[in-house]
């Protein structure tokens, strides 16, 4: 397997912009998170999934975040409009089965000017 | 909610001495703690985790020690080498699968 695999890997965006980050978590894995990784706050996970469903976005800094997962294999994190302050890198990882282990994406470096 | 805390925030070493990063967790329903490394522009990689049944656990130059009274968890290397100079998260499991960062130790080897 390929790993998680995300795109883009480098953002840069004006502020007021849509921004639309895409995630594909390994096959057969049943959970997929969307972490936001800055040097002031760390890691922070935003929403999960299990089998497709929203099971907890109250990591979701506001409204201009929306998270989906139209199927096992695809999901999207998206901000509209963006701020400077979005400025992060983005990370989603994936795990499955009776592992607690999650493997991480190579992450998307999301800049806003 | 859980809560992770981690110390120190960097630690400076000679290469070959052993270093020692701390966590604290909150939930003591908490059962599962991975360490993860992260090299620079790189993704967080797990380097070894610890269940709440085992105390202490152990693979080639690393390991993690469990005190679940304490509600606390620590990372041993050994022998550190410069490739080992990485940024170091814990984490806890609180709820099924949700994991709970610590804010991540700076682990700089120095030859």
């Known amino acids: 397997d390929a790993g998680v695999i995300q795109s883009p890997r480098h953002e840069v965006t004006e502020m007021g912009q849509e921004v639309t980050l895409r995630c594909k978590p390994i096959?057969?894995?049943?959970?997929l998170f969307w972490y936001r990784q800055t040097m002031m706050r760390g890691l922070e996970l935003l929403i999960y999934?299990?089998?497709?469903?929203?099971?907890?976005d109250s990591g979701m800094p506001e409204d201009r975040f929306s998270a989906k997962m139209p199927n096992a294999s695809f999901s999207t994190l998206k901000i509209q409009p963006s701020e400077p302050r979005d400025s992060a890198v983005y990370f989603c990882?994936?795990?499955?089965?009776?592992?607690?282990?999650?493997?991480f994406g190579p992450g998307t470096r999301l800049t806003v000017t | 909610g859980e809560n992770v805390e981690q110390h120190p925030s960097t630690l400076s070493v000679q290469e070959g001495d052993s270093a020692v990063i701390k966590c604290t967790y909150s939930?003591?329903?908490?059962?599962?703690f991975p360490w993860y490394k992260q090299e620079l522009g790189k993704r967080p990689q797990l380097i070894i985790d610890?269940?709440?049944?085992?105390g202490e656990k152990k693979d080639q130059r690393i390991a993690v020690t469990l005190n679940k009274t304490a509600k606390h968890f620590s990372l041993h290397i050994t022998e550190t080498q410069p490739e080992d100079s990485a940024v170091y998260f814990c984490?806890?499991?609180?709820?099924?699968?949700?994991?709970?960062f610590g804010k991540g130790t700076m682990l700089l080897v120095s030859p």
């Open positions: 939930d003591s329903a908490s059962n599962y």
């Open positions: 990882a994936s795990t499955g089965g009776i592992s607690y282990e999650q493997y």
């Open positions: 999934f299990n089998n497709n469903v929203p099971i907890d």
């Open positions: 096959s057969g894995h049943d959970y």
């Open positions: 610890i269940r709440s049944n085992v």
């Open positions: 984490a806890a499991i609180s709820g099924y699968s949700t994991l709970t």
